[in-house]
T-cell receptor
Framework: EAGVAQSPRYKIIEKRQSVAFWCNPISGHATLYWYQQILGQGPKLLIQFQNNGVVDDSQLPKDRFSAERLKGVDSTLKIQPAKLEDSAVYLC????????????????FGEGSRLTVL | SQQGEEDPQALSIQEGENATMNCSYKTSINNLQWYRQNSGRGLVHLILIRSNEREKHSGRLRVTLDTSKKSSSLLITASRAADTASYFCATDARTGNQFYFGTGTSLTVIP
């Protein structure tokens, strides 16, 4: 079974430029998450999708970050304009479990996209 | 923030020794999970313990959960050099299946 695919693996940009990250979850996984992981810290949830709808984006800095999952499969996360503090690894994860379901399950993570803002 | 905290931040042990790391969290949970992250890689799920469970085993892993103290511990027995990684606990909110990660414990196992 193919895992969660992310691209690009590495990206270096100047501040105020824009960048986009792509994620392809495991086939059949309805729920998709984007996390931001700053060096030395734990992953911070940015946004959660169920199919093509947003479940939780309360921690997404909406003035500069946007994300979409138009067809309920692939997702893109965009930053425009980037700031120095956006330097981090952006992790995508997917899960079979639906939001609000009484059961729960594990998250499957991609390898991440490392962003450096100069 | 619902993010938990792991303790210690860093742990260095000799191969064959046991490693114990702790996680404290703030809100009521459905379950708690532990993940491992090798340097420069994504996170990998290790074990899940539900809020109505107190202890769970999986191979060399033993997890305990104390909901009254809002804390969990992960024990890795007979550690190996390959166990060198960062370990994170993750809790989910009562609804929505959002997963919140702790600050992590960096484990180094010296051969």
């Amino acid at each position: 079974e193919a895992g969660v695919a992310q691209s690009p693996r590495y990206k270096i940009i100047e501040k105020r430029q824009s960048v986009a990250f792509w994620c392809n979850p495991i086939s059949g996984h309805a729920t998709l998450y984007w996390y931001q992981q700053i060096l030395g810290q734990g992953p911070k949830l940015l946004i959660q999708f169920q199919n093509n709808g947003v479940v939780d984006d309360s921690q997404l800095p909406k003035d500069r970050f946007s994300a979409e999952r138009l067809k309920g499969v692939d997702s893109t996360l965009k930053i425009q304009p980037a700031k120095l503090e956006d330097s981090a690894v952006y992790l995508c994860a997917s899960s079979l479990i639906l939001a609000g379901a009484s059961n729960t399950g594990e998250l499957f993570f991609g390898e991440g996209s490392r962003l450096t803002v100069l | 923030s619902q993010q938990g905290e792991e303790d210690p931040q860093a742990l260095s042990i000799q191969e064959g020794e046991n490693a114990t790391m702790n996680c404290s969290y703030k809100t009521s949970i459905n379950n708690l999970q532990w993940y491992r992250q090798n340097s420069g890689r994504g996170l990998v799920h290790l074990i899940l313990i539900r809020s109505n469970e107190r202890e769970k085993h999986s191979g060399r892993l033993r997890v305990t959960l104390d909901t009254s103290k809002k804390s969990s511990s992960l024990l890795i027995t007979a550690s190996r050099a390959a166990d060198t990684a960062s370990y994170f606990c993750a809790t989910d909110a009562r609804t929505g299946n959002q997963f919140y990660f702790g600050t992590g414990t960096s484990l180094t196992v010296i051969p």
